[in-house]
């Protein structure tokens, strides 16, 4: 059963315009197609693309923090050699 929907859904465009380099808008992390689509999808549409794009948030926040863990430690020495 779908669930109906009371107040539509807003635009999650935050006016960060800016395409990344996999096509997603780097403010909202929607696709083209997704944005541009936006106003005339259904309420069950609009639903999945902002559960699409909550996907994507997590995959690069999680991208960030493994980066900036790898920034982080120390340099292992090199092996072979003895201290």
């Given at each position: 059963?779908?669930?109906?929907e009371?107040?539509?859904?807003?635009?999650?465009?935050?006016?960060?315009?800016?395409?990344?380099?996999k096509?997603?808008c780097?403010g909202?992390?929607?696709?083209?197609?997704?944005?541009?689509?936006?106003?005339t999808?259904?309420?069950?549409?609009?639903q999945?693309?902002?559960?699409l794009?909550?996907g994507?948030?997590?995959?690069?926040?999680?991208?960030?923090?493994k980066?900036?863990?790898?920034?982080?430690?120390?340099?292992?020495?090199?092996?072979g050699?003895?201290?």
């Amino acid at each position: 059963m779908e669930q109906l929907e009371i107040f539509p859904l807003q635009s999650p465009c935050i006016g960060v315009c800016e395409v990344n380099n996999k096509g997603y808008c780097k403010g909202c992390l929607r696709s083209r197609e997704e944005r541009f689509n936006w106003l005339t999808m259904t309420p069950a549409e609009q639903q999945e693309v902002m559960r699409l794009c909550r996907g994507r948030k997590a995959r690069v926040e999680a991208a960030r923090r493994k980066a900036r863990e790898a920034a982080e430690l120390p340099p292992s020495p090199p092996t072979g050699w003895d201290f």
